[in-house]
């Protein structure tokens, strides 16, 4: 079983480059998030989708865009990084539950550790 | 603005007894509760959860309190065992405001 996966696994970016962080998820989930999780902080939802076509904004989402044209994939794209987007970025998926963000026990990717210099 | 806290940021608990971590929320909207566990590189993984109108849940050697007067619940682990150990997440939900305390490493001694 895959789960969800996130590629890359790491990646070091000069300021003002651009990437795309890949999250596809094989468990046919209605939901999937974006997370980023700095140095000794809990986890801070960047955004969600709750179906293809449907995306929407978390906590923390300046600098950052995102996509769902299938059920599978969320990629996360940077614009223009900046050092305070160095951090560690989770991909979850979930099933559909509760109103708004889902209820439903969420499954994370290893995530990707991203450095800005 | 921490709506969720986990004022701990660390425990240390000998294998076989009871392990109990801790977290406060300040939004009295938040109406559903997770705990997620994670190990070093590797992402969060489920534990258990409790919905606002219950104030325990239990699976296996996991349990859940929810104390909604004083806006606190708390996850006891017993027995505590070497493989718990790990950093532990509670998290609140409220709509479409999902919330993630700091986390608390818990080290369970052999």
């Known amino acids: 079983n895959a789960g969800v996966t996130q590629t890359p696994k790491f990646r070091i970016l000069k300021i003002g480059q651009s990437m795309t962080l890949q999250c596809t998820q094989d468990?046919?989930?209605?939901?999937m998030y974006w997370y980023r999780q700095d140095p000794g902080m809990g986890l801070k939802l960047i955004y969600y989708?709750?179906?293809?076509?449907?995306?929407d904004k978390g906590e923390v989402p300046n600098g950052y865009n995102v996509s769902r044209s299938t059920t599978e994939d969320f990629p996360l794209r940077l614009e223009l990084a900046a050092p305070s987007q160095t951090s560690v970025y989770f991909c979850?998926?979930?099933?559909?539950?509760?109103?708004?963000?889902?209820?439903?026990?969420?499954?994370f990717g290893d995530g990707t550790r991203l450095s800005i210099l | 603005d921490q709506q969720v806290k986990q004022n701990s940021p660390s425990l240390s608990v000998q294998e076989g007894r009871i392990s109990i971590l801790n977290c406060d929320y300040t939004?009295?909207?938040?109406?559903?509760f997770l705990w997620y566990k994670k190990y070093p590189a590797e992402g969060p993984t489920f534990l258990i959860s409790?919905?606002?109108?219950?104030d325990k849940n239990e699976d296996g050697r996991f349990t859940v309190f929810l104390n909604k007067s004083a806006k606190h619940l708390s996850l006891h682990i017993v027995p505590s065992q070497p493989g718990d150990s790990a950093v532990y997440f509670c998290?609140?939900?409220?709509?479409?405001?999902?919330?993630f305390g700091a986390g608390t490493i818990l080290r369970v001694k052999s």
């Open positions: 979850a998926s979930s099933y559909q539950g509760g109103y708004g963000i889902s209820n439903q026990p969420q499954h």
């Open positions: 468990m046919n989930h209605n939901y």
């Open positions: 989708s709750v179906g293809a076509g449907i995306t």
């Open positions: 939004n009295s909207m938040f109406d559903y």
């Open positions: 409790i919905s606002s109108i219950k």
């Open positions: 998290a609140a939900i409220a709509g479409n405001k999902l919330v």
